[in-house]
């Protein structure tokens, strides 16, 4: 009977015992739990004696803590100033310091080759940011650096305002001395020995020089591509340099072979065969004469005056022995977008250049040299500026006065502009064109598809060369802005129509020509008095 007892009771006794434990450690807990934050901060009853002083010591204690936090902060951004002067006197330090010595590496030399290389692994990441190898993916067309071209002599620029000139020489002695120090390191790179394995290699001048690009991005330095004659005709030398906010470094130098690089010119037309007569006098002494690695389609819309522009096809056919070209018939409304995709699509050929081109473009064999340097598949593609003619009967007064087409096409500030709002006319090999989608063929007749391809290319990852180019001209012609565009594409045709007819003194000479007029009479008039 007593041990049936103990064991009923056993387990409640077990139980009892537990929960004297968990009350035995609640306890504990809540006595030796030090005061929390909230019940440290909590404000003293206003009527209490000591509420005032406690406030204002817990008000004193904050304001102390924030600035503690602030003479932190400053002791951070002072020793970031310092680490950014012992970086730049290191990089100076290592343009004295030849690479390419071999020999023993001392204790001291090991030292000194870490923060170099901590400096290199910085000076890298300006590089890559850059754009050299890769493209950066842009918002809108308007964020896009556009590059600067130049010659040994003369300057290419985009931004004029009303002072400058869009061809010159450079004025300012540290755009002269930049650009010059610039070629200077390319032929010193071409010219020494470790450039070339052959030991009778010729020696590169400032004459071999052909011309450069070059853009400025405010957060990375200043990128150069300087392009070198080669060894034979089609050869070139291509020498990459990058400034990151320093000395300049040498990035890359190239052997560049064109011979095999084929351009496929396409033009959509519609009528206006007595242009199209005028393009294939300059594609065939440009083209077919002198570049002679070209190829041309023409994709026509319509049937009225197809005859005719054909004829003009298989004449210069015939006449200069010329049967690279594709002739494509399209029975439907005029579109620029849909000829350019149509004659993209249709070339079976292996991967080639693609040249966008309009039957009012005049080029030279020197553009389409340009056109292939600027091109590389799967990398870059090209958007150049082009130079857009005023109208010559403004320029030149009467219609009897005006020169040749070719004595026309002088890159001045009273013949011209830089085209820089126009996308039309690009190079790119069509595998990127393919890949990227091509045109938006919803959009029908003028403008607006130039600019969605080249928004389409900045949205990528392709590195897009944007600079003004000195051989691609946009032959003036009368605008007609036709009533079924829509508003927007109406008033982009207005806007370029305005644009196309003078520069703006000629243009305020024929606003104010009543004025001058009435000025000439009563200066007349005064002299007869006399």
């Known amino acids: 009977m007593v041990r049936r007892g103990l064991v009923a009771w056993l387990p409640r006794m077990v139980l009892l015992l537990v929960v004297l434990c968990c009350m035995v450690s609640v306890l504990y807990m809540l006595a030796c739990t030090p005061r929390g934050d909230n019940q440290q901060l909590s404000f003293p009853r206003v009527n209490s004696p000591t509420g005032k002083e406690e406030y204002q010591a817990i008000l004193q204690e904050r304001e102390e803590h924030h600035w503690d936090y602030i003479n932190s902060l400053k002791r951070q951004i002072a020793e970031l100033k310092d680490e950014l002067q012992q970086r730049s006197e290191q990089l100076k330090n290592m343009q004295g310091h030849n690479t390419d010595s071999l020999g023993v590496v001392g204790i001291d030399q090991v030292n000194a080759e870490k923060p170099q290389k901590a400096l290199l692994q910085f000076l890298h990441s300006q590089m890559d940011k850059a754009e050299i190898d890769t493209g950066v993916k842009l918002p809108t067309e308007y964020a896009a650096v556009p590059f600067e071209?130049?010659?040994?002599?003369?300057?290419?620029?985009?931004?004029?305002?009303?002072?400058?000139?869009?061809?010159?020489?450079?004025?300012?002695?540290?755009?002269?001395?930049?650009?010059?120090?610039?070629?200077?390191?390319?032929?010193?790179?071409?010219?020494s020995p470790a450039s070339s394995s052959d030991p009778n290699h010729r020696t590169y001048s400032s004459s071999d020089f052909i011309e450069g690009i070059h853009r400025t991005e405010r957060d990375k330095g200043t990128l150069y591509e300087l392009t070198f004659k080669g060894d034979k005709g089609y050869e070139f030398k291509r020498i990459v340099l990058f400034r990151p906010f320093g000395p300049i470094m040498k990035i890359k130098n190239e052997n560049l072979n064109m011979a095999q690089t084929l351009i496929n010119v396409i033009v959509p037309l519609a009528k206006r065969a007595s242009k199209f007569r005028q393009f294939m006098e300059n594609f065939r002494e440009m083209g077919i004469q002198q570049d002679k690695r070209i190829h041309l389609t023409v994709v026509y819309f319509g049937k009225d005056q197809m005859s005719e522009v054909k004829g003009i096809l298989e004449n210069t056919s015939r006449s200069a022995n010329f049967k690279n070209y594709t002739f494509i018939q399209l029975n439907e409304e005029f579109s620029r977008g849909k000829g350019l995709d149509v004659g993209a699509r249709f070339?079976?050929?292996?991967?080639?250049?693609l040249f966008f081109c309009d039957v009012d473009i005049y080029f030279t064999a020197e553009f389409l040299n340009t056109c292939r340097l600027n091109t590389q598949p799967g990398k870059k593609v090209f958007y150049p500026v082009l130079f857009s003619q005023y109208n010559p009967g403004l320029i030149y007064g009467h219609h009897n006065s005006i020169p040749p087409i070719e004595q026309q096409l002088v890159i001045r500030k009273e013949t011209g502009f830089w085209r820089d709002f126009g996308f039309g006319m690009t190079c790119q090999y069509r595998s990127d064109y393919i890949n990227i989608g091509g045109f938006d063929l919803d959009i029908k007749g003028w403008g607006g598809e130039d600019v969605h391809l080249y928004r389409k290319y900045l949205h990528s990852n392709l590195i897009v060369i944007r600079t003004p180019v000195r051989g691609l001209f946009h032959l003036w012609h009368e605008k007609h802005c036709l009533d079924e565009l829509t508003p927007e594409q109406y008033k982009m045709c207005i806007q370029?129509?305005?644009?196309?007819?003078?520069?703006?003194?000629?243009?305020?000479?024929?606003?104010?020509?009543?004025?001058?007029?009435a000025h000439r009479r009563k200066q007349k008039a005064s002299n007869k008095k006399t």
């Open 149 to 191: 071209s130049f010659t040994l002599q003369k300057v290419y620029q985009l931004e004029m305002g009303l002072t400058r000139h869009p061809e010159e020489k450079p004025v300012r002695k540290d755009k002269r001395d930049e650009l010059t120090e610039a070629i200077e390191l390319g032929l010193e790179t071409l010219n």
């Open 347 to 353: 070339w079976k050929g292996s991967n080639v250049v």
């Open 496 to 517: 370029s129509k305005a644009m196309n007819e003078a520069s703006h003194g000629q243009l305020g000479m024929l606003v104010f020509r009543r004025e001058i007029e």
